[in-house]
Each structure stands twice: as structure tokens, then as C-alpha cells.
């Protein structure tokens, strides 16, 4: 489809000019190749808490990490691993504990959950990939999860898909999964997506974690650079509570079987595919945002005017980060004061005398000056979801977007008792 109006999952609509089609039930295996599976093991109480993405074949895989210096020992293991061939057939993840700062036994650990889903599945250990989300601290209970692999039967259809996306879910209220399909070379390709996240959120990724599946013909090093250019789009600009994670990942499986030309920067419908790309990742972001512990609201905050697209990426992100503008956003308070702030301390070179900020599409300050506005209205439009935020700097022609939510009351409380 063209020029049209797109319906996600959230119930919003979105103009695009790409040429892909959402699917209404996201399946992450339904691009050809894949399978999943999820189970309760036992790390938590009751709800699902093991999963595993299998691949017909070895993937091409590009991955992305967290930038915390004290990174899990799953993330060690799988850049380990990738690094043999880049490719990956499968990857194991387990929920509530995430084996972070457990020093070499840690690692022995994550090296096992490796070694035990290869045999399973019969594919050697490198081609398997470990995540673990959950608390820091506290060794994985090995006996449970060895048990739960051993359960795991990966299927190709949307129940298990969706037992995939509930295991590995922590403080998330909600599953975040995204499926398009674009044409290459007039072949259906299928790209989807699942991820996870709801509070240690922070750019330069979050404790999150992503897994996309494609059966796009891609070459490695353009799968690479797509990931990471993506990321730095989507993942890097949302914001939930300043606080970045030891076990962030997102890692993309593209197993090929579409059988149409290798996708790379000079193919014809590559902008088609990266455009298709970037949109289940955007989706996803935003639905981690949107998911924010304790969150009652999206805010999209839209830099425009910027000397430079890193210029709009910090301003847009030191907003989204700022607790001052989530609480008044909670509060549906139109204090744009605290807005004009933020991008003041943004560490941009902003000209103080030539900032506009919109709230909810209301003009409430112009050239860094406030204007006549119904505060009533703004207020209203405060309450709604999302609330956008624009700012215009007024010194270029680049731009950018950062998502985040608002700061309650029950992110305190639910924080406060994470483990208990």
C-alpha cells in the first residue's frame, strides 16, 4: 500500500508512503523459518517465564547491546557467539532473574543455557543466542531452567508466538509485538517483531529486550548497519525513568528463505524494506514507552529546526527524560517552563532567544517568549493520550522524535516492592 493510513496495535493511525501492510495479529513466526515456544519453569511464581525463537536454518544476525559498563553475562555469551560466523539459529530467554553481576558462575550458568537449548534443538552452541530480563544480583535457578527447556516445543503458529511474547515479560503490563510484510523483488517478505520493557528506561537503550525475525535475503553487513542506524531512531530515544539496564539487547534473525536478491543499499527495494524495518522497531519503542511502570500516558516529544540531527536527538531526549515535564504531564499541567528548561540544559548550542514549544498543537511560547493561550485547553489536551510536545529551534533543517511517558504515583510503588 501507498500514501495510506496505517492502524498499529495501539489504535493509532499513521500516514506513511512506504509500501508495506501491517498484519493485524503479529506473529514472530510467521516470517518463513521461524518457530517459538513459551513456558513456566519456575523462575517466577506463575506466569510464563522461559522462551525460545528457533530458525530452520542459521540466520544472518545483527545484534545491538546495552551500554552499561556491567553487562550480563547472557549479552557476553551471544556476542561471544555471533562472533564465530554471524549467524544464530535460535535464541533462549528466561524472565525474572537476569543474571547480572553473578561473576564467572554467571557466566558458567548462561554458557549452560546455551549448550542445554543446542542439544535440544540439535545445532551447535554458537548458533544459539542467551537473554535473561529480571533481577540483578541473584544466580539463575539452573535446575528449573534446564527442566524448562527441555518443555520447550517450538511451533510455527500465533499461540506460540504469543506464549513467546508473555515469557519474557517482567514489570510489562502488556506484550509489544509488530508484523509487516513489504515486497522485494515481488515476493511477500515478512518482517516481525516482539520486545519487552517497562522501567529502567533510558537512551542508549533500556532494560529492554527486542527480537526481530525476517525471511528477507539481506546481506550481513547491511542487516548490521540497518539494526544500528534503527536504533539509534527508536530504541535510543525513549525514556521511562533515567535508568539504564545491564541486559538491553535487540537482536535480528533473517533467515533468507524468501528466496528473492540479497537486500543491500543499492538494491531497488531497499528503502522499501528499511522503511518497513525501522517501523516494527519505531512501533515497538513506542510501545515500551508507552508501557512505562506505573505509565497513564505516551509523550512524544518532536524537534524540528535543529543545525544537526544529533542536536535534535539530545534536545528531544533531554526532554523526554526530564521528571519535572513527566509529572506535569501526569498532572495535565501546562508548565512550559520546565520544558524550555530541559532543552536549555541539553548540552545543544540552542539560541535562548529563538525557541517555540507547542503543547497538544496549542503554540505557548514563540522566539523563547510566551504567547496568549487557553491554558484550559492545553490542560485538556494534556489529558488525552499521546501528548505531543513540539520544539522548534529555529536554526536548521533537521529533526528528530523521542518517546517517553508520564511519571505517577504507582512508579514509586511498584519500585519500591520490585522484589517482593
Known amino acids: 500500500m501507498k500514501n495510506s493510513?496505517?492502524?498499529?496495535?495501539?489504535?493509532?493511525?499513521n500516514e506513511t508512503s512506504a509500501e508495506f501492510s501491517v498484519v493485524e495479529e503479529p506473529d514472530v513466526?510467521?516470517?518463513?523459518?521461524?518457530?517459538?515456544?513459551?513456558?513456566?519453569c519456575g523462575v517466577r511464581r506463575k506466569r510464563l517465564d522461559l522462551g525460545l525463537i528457533v530458525c530452520d536454518v542459521p540466520a544472518v544476525t545483527a545484534a545491538v547491546y546495552t551500554t552499561n559498563t556491567f553487562q550480563a553475562a547472557p549479552?557476553?555469551?551471544?556476542?561471544?557467539?555471533?562472533q564465530v560466523d554471524g549467524k544464530m539459529q535460535a535464541i533462549v530467554v528466561n524472565s525474572g532473574n537476569a543474571n547480572a553481576c553473578t561473576g564467572v558462575e554467571g557466566e558458567q550458568d548462561a554458557y549452560r543455557m546455551q549448550a542445554e537449548a543446542a542439544r535440544v534443538i540439535g545445532i551447535p552452541p554458537h548458533y544459539v543466542g542467551v537473554a535473561s530480563t529480571g533481577v540483578i544480583g541473584e544466580r539463575l535457578p539452573m535446575d528449573k531452567i534446564s527442566k524448562g527447556i527441555q518443555e520447550l516445543k517450538p511451533q510455527k503458529d500465533i499461540s506460540a508466538s504469543d506464549d513467546f511474547c508473555q515469557s519474557i515479560l517482567?514489570?510489562?503490563?502488556?506484550?509489544?509485538?509488530?508484523?509487516?510484510?513489504?515486497?522485494v523483488d515481488g515476493v511477500d517478505v515478512q518482517v516481525a517483531g516482539a520486545a519487552k520493557g517497562s522501567g529502567m528506561i533510558?537512551?542508549?537503550?533500556?532494560?529492554m529486550l527486542g527480537f526481530i525475525t525476517t525471511d528477507a535475503v539481506i546481506e550481513p553487513s547491511a542487516l548490521e548497519h540497518l539494526l544500528r542506524s534503527t536504533t539509534d531512531a527508536t530504541y535510543n530515544m525513549i525514556a521511562v525513568d533515567g535508568d539504564t539496564s545491564t541486559n538491553d539487547m535487540v537482536?535480528?534473525?533473517?533467515s533468507g528463505l524468501a528466496g528473492h536478491q540479497a537486500l543491500h543499499e543499492g538494491h531497488p527495494d531497499w528503502a522499501a524494506f528499511a522503511t518497513a524495518f525501522h517501523y516494527v522497531n519505531e512501533q515497538l519503542a513506542k510501545a515500551i514507552a508507552r508501557?512505562?511502570?506505573?505509565?497513564?500516558?505516551?509523550?512524544?516529544?518532536?524537534?524540528?529546526?535543529?543545525a544537526s540531527c544529533e542536536m535534535a536527538r539530545q534536545t528531544a531526549k533531554a526532554v523526554i527524560g526530564s521528571n519535572?515535564?513527566?509529572?506535569?504531564?501526569?498532572?495535565?499541567?501546562p508548565n512550559w517552563g520546565r520544558i524550555i528548561c530541559a532543552v536549555g540544559y541539553s548540552d545543544v548550542p540552542v539560541q535562548p532567544d529563538n525557541v517555540d514549544i507547542a503543547i497538544g498543537g496549542i503554540p505557548v511560547v514563540r522566539r523563547s517568549f510566551p504567547v496568549d493561550y487557553d491554558e484550559a485547553k492545553v490542560a485538556e489536551a494534556m489529558k488525552h493520550d499521546p501528548v505531543v510536545i513540539d520544539v522548534d529551534l529555529h536554526q536548521g533543517k533537521e529533526e528528530a522524535t523521542a518517546w517517553g511517558c508520564d511519571l505517577t504515583y504507582d512508579y514509586v510503588r511498584i519500585n519500591s516492592s520490585y522484589r517482593t
Do not use: W, Y
Not at 517482567?170 to 515486497?183: A, I, Q, Y
Not at 533510558?202 to 532494560?207: C, E, F, G, K, R
Not at 537482536?251 to 533473517?254: K, L, R, S
Open 29 to 40: 513466526t510467521a516470517p518463513r523459518g521461524f518457530r517459538a515456544a513459551g513456558v513456566h
Open 291 to 306: 508501557d512505562g511502570e506505573g505509565a497513564t500516558k505516551l509523550i512524544e516529544v518532536r524537534v524540528t529546526g535543529a
Open 170 to 183: 517482567t514489570t510489562d503490563t502488556c506484550v509489544k509485538k509488530v508484523h509487516v510484510t513489504v515486497k
Open 75 to 82: 549479552l557476553k555469551v551471544t556476542q561471544s557467539s555471533l
Open 324 to 333: 519535572l515535564v513527566k509529572t506535569a504531564v501526569f498532572g495535565a499541567d
Open 202 to 207: 533510558q537512551p542508549n537503550m533500556a532494560t
Open 5 to 13: 493510513v496505517l492502524t498499529t496495535e495501539d489504535g493509532n493511525a
Open 251 to 254: 537482536i535480528a534473525m533473517a
